[in-house]
Each structure stands twice: as structure tokens, then as C-alpha cells.
């Protein structure tokens, strides 16, 4: 089991329009889910570090730690995949509005070279609409959250998100 420390980031352009990336798990090709940017915490890095760093490297926009709102929700959450259970001890959201831009994917690393398949800019009806697994579930509610300008933490709890059991 790997135990680690998140952060993602809640990235709304300025056609209110919510970034998110096609996620995978190669051990089961036919399971995809959709998650906003964001990763694990490096030894030493704040929470709003991280969401700056992770939004730099996965989509090529960068912002600074002041431009971010929140943290707007937090959970603990476990991941079971085809080859391993992923315990999210801590994984906490932000949020940024940003101008519209065009992906930059040239910071992924191996692993997200891997298992990110796409990406796409959202719309909150879109979001609301969809059928496709969406990691967190609650996600569009925490996008119309920020949309309505509801910055405040949400405490979401204990949470399991799988391709299999974990």
C-alpha cells in the first residue's frame, strides 16, 4: 500500500469552464475516470506549493500561491487500482481562476504519460450532465461552489475511489 499526501487544483477559466484530465488504470483499459490537475506533496512543500507545482507541470499554466482559493474541500480517500491501493491520507482541493489556455502536457511525468489519456475543459452543464466517472463525484458542486464565489472548506470525509475494491 502507498500512503501519501495531495493536493489538486480546481482550474476554472474565464468562459467558467473547469479543466480536467482522462485518468486510467492500464491493468483495466475499459475503466477511465475524469480528476482536476494535481498530485502527491513533496518532503518539505506546503499545500499551496504543491497546487502551484502540480499545475505547472501537468497543464503548463502557472500561478502564484496568492491567486489560489482555499483550500475548499478536503478528504481522505483510498485508491484501489489493478496493481495497487493508494491511501490518500490528506488530499486537499484548491481552486483558480484562470484565462482560457491551451494545454501544455510536457511536464507529465512517466507515470501520467501512462495512465492520462486526454483532457478537456468542461462545462458546469457538461459536468452536471455527464455519465463518465468523475473523481470526486461531488465535483460539480464544488465547481458551482466556486462559481458562486463559496470559497469555505468542506470537510468531504472518508472516501473510497476504485478500480477495484480496495
Keep these: 500500500m502507498i500512503i501519501r499526501r495531495t493536493v489538486r487544483v480546481v482550474t476554472i477559466d474565464d468562459r467558467e469552464r473547469v479543466l480536467l484530465f482522462a485518468d486510467s488504470d492500464p491493468g483495466l483499459p475499459d475503466r477511465s475516470w475524469w480528476v482536476v490537475p494535481g498530485g502527491g ?17 501537468e497543464t503548463g499554466c502557472r500561478v502564484a500561491e496568492g491567486q489560489l482559493l482555499g483550500p475548499i474541500a478536503h478528504r481522505h480517500v483510498v485508491h ?8 490518500i491520507v490528506s488530499e486537499s482541493f484548491y481552486a483558480v481562476r484562470v484565462p482560457a489556455f491551451t494545454v501544455d502536457i510536457a511536464g507529465h511525468t512517466e507515470d501520467e504519460q501512462l495512465t492520462l489519456t486526454g483532457h478537456r475543459w468542461w462545462t458546469g452543464d457538461e459536468l452536471g450532465a ?11 458542486d464544488l465547481v458551482e461552489r466556486v462559481l458562486a464565489g463559496d470559497h469555505q472548506l468542506v470537510e468531504l470525509g472518508d472516501m473510497e475511489e476504485s478500480t477495484l475494491p480496495a
Aim: a negative charge; aromatic letters at 8%.
Design 130 to 140: 455527464t455519465d463518465d466517472w468523475l473523481w470526486p463525484a461531488c465535483l460539480p
Design 80 to 87: 484501489g487500482y489493478s496493481d495497487q491501493v493508494v491511501d
Design 41 to 57: 506533496m513533496d518532503p518539505g512543500e506546503t499545500e499551496a506549493g504543491t497546487a502551484v507545482r502540480e499545475l505547472a507541470e
